[in-house]
């Protein structure tokens, strides 16, 4: 049944995995496999669910003991960050909204990158409060996979383009 589920999953574009991975079996060299693949999105969700819940020692432990989230690095400073999150950002309303996630490595380790929305549910309609990117460094570890670095940079809209001289009024 697990094999049939990973092969449905690889076969709608769900999960990123090769040829071998789709099929259950560990990828080759340099691959990951469906399943590895599959637990690296559940992390993912987990993620998000967690600080969008205030569960500082759950959000860190999707992280390294030692991991970083942008300057934060260590469990402390990250359940600190939480707790921050919450009781002066606003935390409470926010919610978390990934998607496009790119991820590439092995059975070992791996680097992911995707979308974030970040959304104010507290407003009617629900409105966007910023997007930016997550580009991550995860690790296979006895516990599963996890974050060792995750580093955010918020998009910036383009320049408008300059004016053409042609457009420019006489004086």
Known sequence: MKKILLV???SAGIIMASAAGAAGAAGAAGTLSAQDSVEIQQLYARYN???DGGDGEAW?????????FNQLVGHDALVGFVKMWREKLNGAT???WNSNLQISGNSKEASGFVYLMLVDISTKPASILTTATYTDSLVKTKDGWRFTKRT????????AP?????????K
């Not at 955010?152 to 320049?159: E, N, R, S």
């Open 152 to 159: 955010t940079k918020g998009d910036v809209a383009p320049a």
């Open 162 to 170: 300059a004016a053409a001289a042609s457009e420019t009024p006489p």
């Open 8 to 10: 449905a999953l690889a």
């Open 60 to 68: 860190a432990s999707t992280f390294t003991p030692d991991g970083a």
């Open 49 to 51: 669910i967690a600080i």
């Open 94 to 96: 926010r919610k978390h």
